[in-house]
């Protein structure tokens, strides 16, 4: 298993794949908002992160989706007031609770990465798309337990409220209601990351001639930094 280092060619991708999923992600909460009132929504919000994480690995993917998570919660976050919980939750209940609706809700996308060397040293076409499918779904079901953790222990109601037929005071709710989207994200970013696989494999195998001059560049780039310091 090769290590990849981090040049400025891969920070450079994170950052336009995080923006791009960011993107996605306000678009497709625009468009949805008022069918999932308590949040949620349908799209291709997860396909960049996808994306890095097969081209780039694990720690790349993780990084995106981190920084996704962070720039999504500058636009406003839903926090449980303090004085709703009881001893130590009154400290760490809002962190908990942070911590799976926002921060962990987009990194732990960045989770297919741990497939990327796998999908990279398969010839055929059928197996690569497997470890797509597979690190893909995955990805897709940690981001869903987070939201259906959160909705559990956190945002669970007195059952006035229904959703598909599903009263809020039972976990069954938090998993019904975040399936519900979670489950179509799922399929659609599958689809389209098979889709790519086939058409334009390229796009997510990042060969070793490519890695190497990216790094040789970094290489002359430092040296030049340095010798401008030592004048």
């Known amino acids: 298993m090769k290590k990849q280092k981090f040049t400025t060619k891969v920070l450079a991708e994170v950052a336009i ?3 791009l999923a960011f993107a996605l992600d306000a678009l497709q909460g625009g468009m949805w908002r008022g069918v999932f009132v308590n949040g949620g929504s349908i799209g291709l919000a997860m396909l960049p992160i996808l ?7 694990l720690v790349p993917g993780l990084l995106c989706g981190l ?3 962070l720039v999504q919660m500058l636009g406003g976050i839903y926090v ?4 709703n919980y009881e001893g130590a939750m009154k400290v760490l209940g809002p962190f908990f609770q942070i911590g799976l609706d926002y921060v962990l809700a987009y990194t732990v996308v960045g989770f297919a990465g741990a ?7 398969e010839e055929d076409i059928k197996s690569k798309i497997i470890w797509i499918i597979v690190g893909t779904v995955v990805a897709g079901l940690l981001k869903y337990m987070c939201h259906v953790l959160a909705g ?4 669970l109601g007195d059952g ?4 598909m037929g599903v009263n809020n005071a039972t976990w069954a709710y938090s998993f019904v209601y975040n399936g519900a989207y979670s489950i179509p994200n799922i399929i659609l970013c599958t689809g389209i ?3 790519i696989a086939k058409v334009y494999p390229q796009f997510l195998n990042v060969n070793d001639t490519v890695i190497k001059k990216e790094e040789a560049i970094d290489a002359e780039a430092t040296t030049i930094k340095e010798d401008n310091v030592n004048e």
């Open 115 to 121: 497939f990327h060397f796998l999908f990279e040293k």
């Open 51 to 57: 994306v890095i994480s097969y081209r780039r690995g």
């Open 67 to 69: 920084i996704v998570s």
């Open 80 to 83: 449980i007031n303090a004085s």
């Open 152 to 155: 559990g222990f956190f945002w």
């Open 193 to 195: 990351m098979v889709l």
């Open 160 to 163: 006035s409220d229904k959703f």
């Open 17 to 19: 794949f995080a923006a």
